[in-house]
């Protein structure tokens, strides 16, 4: 059943990759989907909206950056939150100590989580399977551990208090919830082009060749350790404008940011949405979101309904939802292309 | 035998549309007669760890609400009740406060949130200006702060700080009655244990200055396991032990330092025991633990505390927690505020909050204050005593003094910077 399922998705890659779209197609995309999501608090007046699509865009882009490294390189991290909490931190603590411009603060959160992913990749992406898995997770629990402990800095269990300060830049006033939301949403639609500039790239090629047959790219002349460490450092960088989204929206950052929940959280989304297809956590992203405030509003047993579906999902589809789509689709053109033959 | 349909609209779907219809040109009408309630929602912690603690919240606002609404409501409006889960997530306390506000219609948030949440709670009050009462955060930063302060804000909660004193005066009454001067301490480690922790010693040397702290152990919270630190305080050999444990922490604590008799070597000062959470879930519960007062219905000794404790059991078959009567005072203070301004307007309510004076079972006269200046509660019932092992489980409780109390919190305020 596995190798008939991997056959299928090798087959959907290939037929992917046979017909590369152009550059701008992805731009075109792009500029429809953040006119569409610009549009949407018009067409609808409720106030929850505009909540959702922002945390949406803050996982959304914390889940696909965690796709770059299960889905397309085939490293699954348990520790990816660990970026998502120090963009939450990282951004909090320059605008309310540093007195710096908001995008000079999310430039410097960058710089940061890219400094500290490429420290705990370096050690980390020389393991392989399980021993990756397991000590990005050590190292996620240490920054929150650190986060809890260096109290005078991080507030502790309280977290950053006191709000986060948005001065106004570029005419842009994030304290204004209309600009909040439309800033989310372009950082959400520029973050998904680079990362799936990534993916489509000879790089993100390479990423592939290597979730598949580490060895023979190997052999072919690709550095798997720096090819890796790349990829987990960009990873990083893009799960801090998530953790940054997050930290704006809540006006400050909290342990749990770091937690390894968080981490959890991404890995669920995943398989909810899909890893074989590049929007597949943008997908669960929404499922989960949705499937969060559904059950939260009609029942406390929240747990229980989410872990239904999860039953559904490993047990019932045994792939995430756009896997599952895409399969589907292809089936179909295969079994229409048969009969026309 | 069935009747053969016939085709197009027959005069039963006729009379079903008319009547759809009349229902809805009449919902406007009807929606109008329900806005007349007025929606107060509550983000709390049902699920995980501290769930216990959550649902005791929601059961004593539900306590409440019920006397309030049986008594005409909030201005005439009868009380509906939003609660729902926050999972303990600071980021979603924070979307669910904003929802409660923004689609439910909620016009007045109690905040059923500890720690980090209270504090997202807290900024959701601060961007969208509803009226907000903290019910459970005894973070002291949370009002203490100048940065914290909004006008739309209050905390009806004990705090640390308060604990730290009053605990500090009766422990070192006792030190010196005892001669205790080699001290331990064993509290979680994080800031709420650190803190609570660092404020009991300064107030314990403050009133005993011979006092000495030998041994100082950091369990992990909801750590399993505690036989490391036990034998670490043992072989120290203090005379008194300081805790600021917890809920299930302190439970499995206490079980597993029975097995080293640990109780019967030294004085031991837990400030969180004396919850009906914890007396009533430790197995051998020893004889003589000092405890500040967190929930017992003996404490203060008034028929209103017997009757709201005995109330509450009896409608929920357990008794209330420390969070309970600190939800059921929220309630009550948004009751006499409504009733001083007769609006539900969040402005004036919350004006008519600010140094407010309540009757109120669980105050160390009678009475609980809103203190203007940092929006906090003050004058609730605080004292120390030492536990037996069944009911009424601390018999002896000595009171806390206010103004002592008032007047070191003043010059904490002022070592901290927050005045």
């Known amino acids: 059943m596995s190798e008939v399922r991997a056959e299928t998705s090798v087959v959907t890659r290939s037929a992917d990759s046979a017909r590369p779209r152009p550059w701008y197609f992805d731009i075109l995309i792009a500029i429809v989907a953040f006119a569409i999501l610009v549009t949407l608090p018009m067409l609808f007046t409720s106030k929850a909206l505009p909540d959702f699509v922002i945390r949406c865009a803050a996982f959304g882009l914390f889940a696909t950056s965690l796709n770059l490294l299960v889905g397309y390189t085939g490293m699954i991290s348990f520790g990816h939150g660990m970026f998502f909490g120090l963009g939450a931190y990282g951004f909090g603590l320059l605008m309310q100590r540093a007195d710096v411009s908001i995008p000079t603060a999310i430039v410097c959160t960058l710089l940061i989580s890219a400094v500290a992913a490429v420290v705990i990749g370096a050690i980390c992406v020389r393991l392989k399977e399980i021993y990756f898995a397991f000590v990005t997770l050590a190292f996620q629990m240490l920054i929150h551990s650190v986060i809890l402990s260096w109290q005078p800095l991080t507030g502790g269990d309280q977290g950053l208090r006191g709000g986060i300060k948005r001065p106004v830049f570029w005419g842009i006033d994030l304290s204004n919830h209309t600009h909040l939301y439309i800033f989310s949403c372009a950082l959400l639609v520029i973050g998904l082009l680079l990362m799936r500039q990534i993916a489509q790239s000879p790089f993100g090629y390479t990423l592939r060749m290597i979730r598949d047959n580490p060895v023979r790219a190997s052999f072919i002349g690709i550095n798997v350790w720096r090819a890796k460490l790349t990829v987990f450092v960009l990873a990083a960088i893009f799960a801090s404008v998530g953790g940054i989204i997050m930290s704006l929206f809540v006006s400050g950052a909290y342990p749990e940011f770091a937690y390894w929940t968080i981490s959890g959280e991404g890995i669920f989304i995943n398989m909810l949405g899909g890893v074989t297809t590049f929007l597949g956590p943008m997908v669960g992203t929404v499922l989960l979101l949705i499937l969060n405030d559904t059950a939260t509003r009609l029942t406390e047993h929240y747990g229980l309904v989410l872990g239904v579906v999860i039953l559904f999902f490993a047990l019932g589809l045994r792939k995430g939802l756009m896997d599952f789509v895409v399969d589907w689709l292809q089936s179909r053109r295969e079994s229409s292309k048969g009969r026309h033959s | 035998m069935t009747t053969p349909s016939k085709p197009g609209i027959n005069r039963r779907t006729t009379l079903a549309l008319m009547g759809a219809g009349a229902f809805t040109a009449a919902t406007p009408w009807v929606a109008r007669a329900q806005a007349k309630t007025i929606k107060i929602g509550m983000p709390t912690i049902l699920s995980g760890r501290v769930a216990q603690l959550g649902t005791s919240s929601r059961n004593a606002v539900m306590i409440e609400v019920e006397k309030i609404n049986a008594a005409g409501g909030l201005a005439g409006r009868q009380i509906e009740m939003v609660i729902r889960d926050s999972k303990g997530q600071p980021q979603e306390a924070a979307r669910i406060a904003r929802e409660l506000v923004n689609t439910d219609g909620c016009e007045m948030l109690i905040d059923g949130e500890a720690s980090s949440g209270s504090f997202a709670v807290h900024e959701v009050a601060r961007d969208i200006g509803v009226l907000c009462i903290h019910t459970c955060s005894e973070a002291s930063s949370l009002t203490a702060d100048p940065k ?233 019932a605080i004292g120390w005593g030492t536990t037996i092992p069944t009911e009424p489980y601390v018999p002896d409780v000595q009171s806390g003094d206010w103004k002592q109390i008032l007047a070191l919190e003043a010059e904490w305020k002022k070592s901290k910077g927050y005045t």
């Open chain 2, 148 to 380: 914290q302060h909004i006008p739309n804000a209050f905390r009806c909660v004990r705090q640390g700080i308060h604990d730290s004193i009053a605990g500090g005066n009766y422990a070192a009454g006792i030190a010196k009655a005892k001669g205790l001067k080699k001290w331990a301490t064993c509290s979680p480690d994080y800031a709420y244990g650190r803190d609570t922790t660092a404020e009991f010693v300064t107030y314990l040397k403050h009133f005993a200055p011979d006092v000495e702290i030998i041994s100082e152990t950091w369990p992990k919270l909801f750590q399993p396991d505690y036989t490391e630190t036990v034998t670490k305080i043992l072989q120290a050999k203090p005379q008194a032990l300081y805790s600021a444990l917890w809920g299930g922490d302190l439970t499995s604590y206490i079980d597993q330092a029975n097995i080293y008799a640990m109780f019967t070597q030294m004085e031991v000062f837990a400030v969180n025991m004396a919850d009906y959470t914890a007396l009533t879930v430790v197995k051998n519960l020893p004889k003589g633990i000092h405890s500040g007062n967190r929930y017992i219905k003996t404490f203060p000794a008034t028929a209103e505390n017997a009757a709201w404790g005995d109330a509450y059991k009896a409608k929920y078959k357990e008794y209330p927690t420390n969070w309970s009567w600190q939800n059921a005072t929220a309630m009550m203070f948004l009751s006499e505020a409504v009733k001083k301004v007769n609006s539900t307007d969040g402005k004036k309510v919350a004006e008519a909050l600010t140094g407010l004076t309540i009757k109120c079972p669980f105050g160390a006269d009678g009475t609980v204050t809103m203190r203007a200046d940092d929006h906090t509660l003050i004058g609730y």
